[in-house]
Nanobody
Framework: QVQLAESGGGLVEAGDSLRLSCGAS?????????MGWFRQSPAKEREFLGV????????YYADSVRGRFTISRDIAKNTVYLKMNRLKPEDTAVYYC???????????????WGKGTLVFVSS
């Protein structure tokens, strides 16, 4: 069973940076899946942010966050990260990590999800 848990959310000010973590537990290895990040805010549809390939040598980002957000991973810690820079109030959302084959993550329908962590950006 794939178990994912996000952490690192909280209240920050506009312009700040924040790093979210997604830890995989149980028998799940992040090197077995493409790992993606999504977010959802009230009254908005869930938004794909980016993905890192199972090999870790490729990343892909949505236009809305490219250049501000970076995905990385630590195999030894079995953890994927989302580093967010120059945060804006409109980045306020619940952030989720997910795992599956790459096309399914990019397509917005991965099978495995964490429960999310809330990021609130004040102006």
């Amino acid at each position: 069973q794939v178990q994912l848990a996000e952490s690192g959310g909280g209240l920050v000010e506009a312009g700040d940076s924040l790093r979210l973590s997604c830890g995989a537990s149980g028998s799940t290895l992040i090197s077995e899946y493409a790992m993606g990040w999504f977010r959802q805010s009230p009254a908005k549809e869930r938004e794909f942010l980016g993905v890192i390939s199972y090999s870790g040598n490729q990343t892909y980002y949505a236009d809305s966050v490219r250049g501000r957000f970076t995905i990385s991973r630590d195999i030894a810690k079995n953890t994927v990260y989302l580093k967010m820079n120059r945060l804006k109030p409109e980045d306020t959302a619940v952030y989720y990590c997910a795992a599956d084959y790459g096309p399914d993550v990019v397509g917005g329908h991965p099978r495995f999800w964490g429960k999310g962590t809330l990021v609130f950006v004040s102006s």
